[in-house]
Structure formats: C-alpha cells, structure tokens
C-alpha cells in the first residue's frame, strides 16, 4: 500500500510557471507506474500524463503535451508534475495516483479507474 501527498500548487499568472510534488510512502515505490489526473468542479477527473516504473517511459494529454512534463525519483520516493506557460484553462485540483497493476505499460491516455492510490489534491489557480 502507499500514500500520496501533492504539494506545490497555488496562484500563477498566466504564461508562468509551478512545480507539483508529490511524495509516496512506502518502500516499494519504484513498483508503481505513477500519474497526474486534474479536476474542475462539475467534470470528470481528466489525466495529464503517466510515468513508467524506472521514469524511463512517459505520456502526456495532448492538452498539455509541450508544456508539462512528468517525472519521478524512486530514490526520493517522489513524483514531480513541472509545469510551464500555464493558462487559465489548467486552472484544477491536481492530483497524483498510483497503480499497482504488474502489466501495466505507460503508452497512452490512461482512465482514473486504472489506478488504486490517490493523493488528496493540490489547488492550482491562473489567473489571465
């Protein structure tokens, strides 16, 4: 089992820049392919990008393909969603998951119901 905390979300201008974090529990880590999913009120949970085991494979939503990247360090046990020239539209609650599936492969759009660990969310705002 692990636990997810997010962090680093907040008020940004529009064309700006935030760094999310979230750190896992555990010492199995590396075992998981890790995700960020985002929310806004009266939605679905949309995703943003996945991450293979060793970090060496990644996926990202083609609404924020250029502009965000995922990554993780299984030394550190934490996963980090960098996120550049941001827009109004990214305004959500961030969130981080986890997926303990063996066979998983990262190699497109994932659903949320893929994943058995969830993070309690971080509040990104921007502001145009």
């Known amino acids: 089992q692990v636990q997810l905390v997010e962090s680093g979300g907040g008020l940004v201008q529009a064309g700006g820049s935030l760094r999310l974090s979230c750190a896992a529990s555990g010492r199995t880590f590396s075992v998981y392919v890790m995700s960020w999913f985002r929310q806004v009120p009266g939605k679905q949970r949309e995703f943003v990008g996945a991450?293979?085991?060793?970090?060496?494979?990644?996926y990202h939503a083609d609404s924020v393909k250029g502009r965000f990247t995922i990554s993780r360090d299984n030394a550190k046990n934490m996963v980090y969603l960098q996120m550049n020239n941001l827009k109004p539209e990214d305004t959500a609650v961030y969130y981080c998951?986890?997926?303990?599936?063996?066979?998983?492969?990262?190699?497109?759009?994932?659903?949320?119901?893929?994943?058995?660990?969830w993070g309690q969310g971080t509040q990104v705002t921007v502001s145009s």
């Open positions: 998951a986890a997926d303990a599936s063996p066979g998983t492969v990262v190699a497109g759009v994932r659903s949320r119901y893929e994943y058995d660990y």
């Open positions: 991450l293979s085991r060793s970090g060496g494979s990644t």
